[in-house]
């Protein structure tokens, strides 16, 4: 009986080692992959900007954020016309949403991401635009 109870605890190490190093008790999300209408998915919108971009057009092929919810932060990481750009902003946490407000050249910008169905939603001067995400 007592080398079951041994045999299970160092198993269940294994198990809380492993969750730990997947990331499920991080206080970070990344936030990846995201598309929106008419795309029907990730894999979708980057065969059409792939398109565009062989046609001489300039696109945005990377639009990810990392959230840092210990210290209320979110990293947006952009890649337009090759060239990447990453730019760092203070993040409102709630237990369902997290916020990112910005105050940028072309407007004011709130993005939100709902934790429950993943999805971000940004509003620019009264716009709104949802798009479908990873969150990892």
Not at 103 to 110: A, D, H, K
Request: charged share 25%.
């Amino acid at each position: 009986m007592q080398n079951k109870k041994i045999i299970f605890i160092i198993l269940l190490s294994f198990v809380f080692q492993n969750f730990a190093q997947g990331g499920w008790f991080d206080k970070k999300i990344k936030v990846s992959e995201c598309y929106d209408y008419p795309h029907q998915s990730y894999k979708h919108k980057v065969e059409k900007l792939r398109s565009l971009q062989i046609q001489g057009r300039k696109v945005s092929l990377i639009w990810d954020w990392e959230l840092n919810l210990k210290d209320k932060t979110a990293k947006r990481i952009t890649s337009f016309d090759g060239v990447l750009d990453i730019e760092e902003f203070n993040l409102i946490v709630t237990d369902d949403y997290l916020l990112v407000k910005e105050n940028s050249s072309i407007g004011y910008v709130t993005t939100s991401f709902d934790k429950k169905t993943e999805k971000v939603k940004t509003t620019l001067n009264g716009y709104t635009n949802v798009l479908n995400c990873n969150f990892d």
